[in-house]
């Protein structure tokens, strides 16, 4: 019964979204490229964090410049597998062309997708690789693990010659990205998984408003703390949120990942100390591209795709490539 309230849930979702989404009549009835009435499908984790609301306004844009029709559908919350796959059985039944997704479940998704591709859809992963990486046609993403890196680099570079005390505020249990970010961050440190280093980890799914909890416990446990790892930075603006309340913003270092506009504010602010600029936008128009060129002439895309990542903070470490906040409030997102 779950399932089928689910089903139909999304299903009247979609009729709105289409109508909400898809490309104008002009547009698609004068377009001379053969793209008029391609439907593509875009479902993101969830359709509140402002990462994926940018991601679906890119795809929109570029589905209404290409003359095709965007049908957007999202998970209710981050995490949500069955709502991703009710969706994906929605989008083919729509006779979608292509189906682009950022998958809550990198494993959990796969029979579904197998069940689009088998029907003739081309799918593509954006932001979030599937495991295995080739159960989808192509993947447009960051390199989230070396990312990862990156915020780990800079935090030990800052800190220099102090021996870390370490907090981690991660996103959710399982999740790839939340994995090689994690993983990629303890190797820009340094810091061997289950270091003496690594003081205290609490998971907050990417909220902002958990991650202000979690810190607030990781605080009274760990006063002593120097150092602080952010999933994504609505984690880290709770995380300020906390840090700030204790008294600790000149004790504490902290960075994060996503290169919002808030975000890079939130550098500039000096509520973070740095942050790694994603490129959503251009992961949703290469998709959406990749789409209408399947659709024109039946060329499929294939492999990984690195979208790119940037460092942004104004405190640069020697030997570390960043650009400074001017810069990223000329390219952020959202």
Request: glycine share 12%; aromatic share 4%; charged share 20%.
């Amino acid at each position: 019964m779950r399932r089928s309230m689910s089903a139909l849930v999304l299903a009247g979702a979609l009729a709105l979204t289409a109508t909400a989404c898809g490309g104008s009549g002009t547009s698609g009835s004068t377009n001379s490229g053969g793209t008029a009435n391609v439907k593509v499908g875009l479902i993101t984790k969830t359709d509140t964090n402002p990462y994926f609301v940018k991601l679906r306004e890119a795809a929109k844009a570029e589905a209404a410049k290409k003359g095709a029709d965007l049908i957007a559908l999202a998970g209710k919350f981050d995490g949500d597998n069955e709502g991703q796959v009710t969706a994906i059985e929605n989008l083919v039944s729509q006779g979608v062309k292509g189906i682009l997704i950022t998958p809550n479940s990198s494993t959990g998704i796969l029979s579904a997708i197998k069940q689009a591709r088998d029907a003739g859809v081309v799918v593509i992963a954006l932001d979030t690789a599937t495991d295995p990486a080739n159960a989808v046609d192509a993947t447009f993403a960051t390199d989230n693990k070396q990312a990862g890196v990156f915020q780990g680099k800079w935090v030990k570079g800052t800190l220099g010659s102090k021996t870390p005390k370490l907090l981690m505020l991660d996103g959710t249990p399982g999740g790839t990205v939340d994995d090689f970010r994690h993983n990629g961050f303890l190797e820009g440190m340094g810091i061997a998984a289950g270091s003496s280093e690594i003081a205290g980890m609490e998971n907050t799914n990417g909220d902002q408003t958990k991650a202000q909890t979690a810190m607030e416990n990781l605080l009274q446990r760990v006063p002593d703390a120097n150092a602080v790892y952010t999933i994504n930075e609505p984690a880290a603006a709770g995380g300020f949120q906390a840090i700030s309340a204790a008294g600790k913003t000149k004790q504490i270092t902290m960075a994060s990942i996503d290169g919002s506009c808030t975000g890079v504010q939130n550098v500039k602010a000096g509520k973070i100390g740095a942050t790694v600029m994603q490129f959503p936008a251009k992961m949703a128009q290469l998709g959406v591209d990749a789409v209408v060129k399947f659709a024109q002439d039946g060329t499929k895309p294939s492999g990984f795709n690195d979208t790119g990542a940037q460092l942004i903070t104004d405190q640069p470490v020697t030997g570390l490539d960043s650009k400074d906040t001017a810069w990223g409030l000329q390219n952020c997102w959202g």
